[in-house]
């Protein structure tokens, strides 16, 4: 159906050829080769590839899409070009064999420099649409990041953590109601393909007008529960964080660390659990959440107690 799409369209030729990409929980991602070049379509799917019931809208897909159109001018080098789009399908430029950072990481390649640039772009994003009216009316989009994030994430946690749910739960009505910045909303290493100075960042379905603080905890979870597996990854929480608060010029550390306990008790137990830690890892992470959430530390402090 997508490759006739694409044919219809002028984006492919009929000789093109479609392969299905690994890797996808919420959209189908197909590499498209023919005579004309390669390129690569994203079609949102209607129920996600996870083992809780997980339906969203399938008009995120237009969501992703307007969230490039809003970011290419502000950070045009770490976007992808659209090269066509559909009714629940876009076509994005082929940007080569280039690795994701999840991989790396896994791999336990620890690089400092890509975690000062996710920091850099995502703090220049923050900062240009910073209270932009525009961008608010544009991603106005809460019940789109409601049934991505905060439903699985934050609400599914609280039903499984009764020791915790009244904070979870809290902080699921205050996240809802904050104003402040173009949040991506799935800013994590396995969305951010890396190169040699170069960084790309993909996956903008979830993007919403709302707290910037929810994709510095998304982030620093990820780099947190890295360092479960290879401890030097510690070193990219700070990195990170120093790159990110300089380019975006605004306080937000009370809220990324409620917010970066909240994500990693979710990790665990919500709808969408990391699927490299075993047991006793997952336990120590509920553990530490349950320790420090009724009282958060200073990001600086918490990641002392995580090594």
């Not at 159906?1 to 919420?26: E, F, K, N, Y």
């Not at 897909?61 to 307007?66: I, K, L, M, P």
């Not at 929810?214 to 401890?231: I, S």
């Not at 070193?235 to 550390?253: I, M, N, Q, R």
């Amino acid at each position: 159906m997508i490759l006739a799409h694409l044919i219809q369209s002028g984006l492919a030729p009929h000789d093109a050829r479609l392969t299905p990409l690994p890797g996808g929980v919420s959209s189908d991602i197909s590499l498209v080769e023919s005579s004309q070049g390669t390129l690569v379509v994203k079609a949102a799917l209607a129920k996600l590839r996870v083992k809780d019931d997980w339906f969203a809208d399938l008009s995120r897909n237009r969501v992703e899409q307007d969230f490039f159109d809003y970011a290419a001018p502000i950070i045009p080098a770490h976007v992808p070009r659209i090269l066509g789009r559909g009714e629940g399908w876009f076509a994005m430029e082929y940007l080569g064999e280039m690795p994701n950072w999840k991989m790396k990481l896994l791999a336990g390649e620890i690089g400092l420099e890509t975690a000062r640039l996710a920091g850099d772009v995502l703090g220049r994003l923050h900062a240009a649409s910073w209270l932009d009216e525009a961008a608010q009316e544009r991603f106005a989009t809460l019940p789109n990041f409601h049934a991505l994030r905060i439903e699985p994430y934050l609400l599914t946690t609280a039903s499984r953590v009764p020791e915790v749910a009244d904070i979870l739960r809290a902080e699921a009505a205050r996240l809802a109601e904050t104003k402040l910045a173009l949040v991506h909303g799935d800013y994590s290493p396995k969305n951010l393909l890396v190169g040699p100075q170069r960084l790309i960042v993909l996956d903008a379905e979830c993007a919403w007008f709302g707290d910037p603080a929810f994709d510095t905890a998304f982030m620093l979870t990820h780099l947190h529960l890295k360092a479960l597996l290879h401890r030097d990854a510690i070193h990219l929480v700070p990195a990170f964080w120093s790159a990110y608060t300089k380019a975006c010029g605004h306080d937000l550390e009370e809220c990324t660390v409620r917010l970066l306990l909240c994500l990693l008790l979710a990790r665990v137990h919500g709808k969408s659990p990391v699927e490299y830690l075993n047991e006793s890892q997952q336990a120590r992470v509920t553990r530490f959440v349950l320790k420090h959430l009724p009282n958060p530390p200073s990001l600086t402090a918490l990641t002392a107690s995580w090594t």
